[in-house]
């Protein structure tokens, strides 16, 4: 088993930058990607960026590219969001979760995850 724990979240506004963070705990040897999704009212989670734990670029969806960073910590088996240039549109709950598989980008592919952080972007 593994454990994830999120912090980070908060009100901002549009242009204003926030981290998140994700701390693992537990069987973390089993882990070889870990990524972050997000869900906002209404909608179905989605794919926001992921990193391989052993290293290596970052994937990310569209939406953020550019604005967003995904960054790990082996040490602190901590794994990071970088978040720059808020949009309201970047409202949501923030996830974040961890796979033994390479199919970083499919929500199914994740059996752990954390509980979540609300970020919320005002205009």
């Known amino acids: 088993q593994v454990q994830l724990v999120e912090t980070g979240g908060g009100l901002v506004q549009t242009g204003d930058s926030l981290r998140l963070s994700c701390a693992a705990s537990?069987?973390?040897?089993?882990?070889?990607?870990m990524g972050w999704f997000r869900q906002a009212p209404g909608k179905e989670r989605e794919f926001v960026g992921a990193?391989?734990?052993?290293?290596?670029?970052?994937s990310y969806a569209d939406s953020v590219k550019g604005r967003f960073t995904v960054s790990t910590d082996n040490a602190k088996i901590t794994m990071y969001l970088q978040m720059n240039s808020l949009k309201p549109e970047d409202t949501a709950i923030y996830y974040c979760a961890a796979t033994s598989t390479a199919r970083f980008r499919q929500p199914s592919a994740y059996p752990y995850w954390g509980q979540g952080t609300q970020v919320t972007v005002s205009s």
């Open positions: 990193r391989g734990w052993g290293g290596g670029d970052a």
């Open positions: 537990g069987r973390t040897s089993s882990i070889n990607f």
